[in-house]
């Protein structure tokens, strides 16, 4: 059943998994609910919605070809970056969050279901973005549900190559948001590419996905401390 109705919600957004990754995806879900009972990752635990809002909607990312090493900034319970680093195995996927503990639990459901094309990271975008290691060295962030656009764009923009691309999960005020990001993209080196709505749930716009590309380098003070980042948004 489970199988069945993922496979059909899988077709009718063309999205092309293997039978191994569909296991991997119907796993995902099962250890996702189960750990779920004694550390929070998620309030979508019902089968319909989970396939939805967070398998669907993590897959429908118009990835790019050059996307090969790709950083999923406050991944929390592991979404969009675990259904997406189960869809492309070939890509390197590193998943960060502040709170250690999601961190461990998503490793660990990680490691049970044989994905092993991820990173795990514990820490703050707006410091690890300055650390050498991370700093320009991913060719695309994605991210959802962690702040609003201005505020999350400073959050990422500093961790994507030059012609690299930043993948942001917006809601219904995804416009208004855009327009108040103008400034920010400008400072931080970004551009809009394509603004993708996600049809999956038919009569209302779940997410829309927008993606921006790079065109220059991020200034050597950003982003800048989460209480300058949030009182004076850029
Ligand atoms: N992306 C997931 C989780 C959203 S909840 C999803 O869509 O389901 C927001 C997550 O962002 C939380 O787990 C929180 O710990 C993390 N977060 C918020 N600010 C952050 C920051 N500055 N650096 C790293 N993680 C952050």
Redesign the pocket.
Known sequence: MQTETLKNKLQENNIILDDYQIDQIIELMNEIVETNKKINL?RITDENDFIDKHIIDALTCPLDQTDQKII??????G??GLPLAIAYPQRQWTL????EK?IRAIERIANNIDVHNVTFIT????ELAHQQTYRESFDAVV?????NLPVLTE?CAAFIVPDGHFYA?KGEKSEQEIREAQNTFKTLGLEVESINHNLLLKNTVFHVIIQCRKTGITPKEYPRN?GQIKKKPL
């Open positions: 998620t999923d900034v406050g991944t929390g319970g979404f969009p960060m969050d502040a709170t999601k820490g703050r975008a707006e991210s959802r549900a962690v702040a959050l999960w989460f």
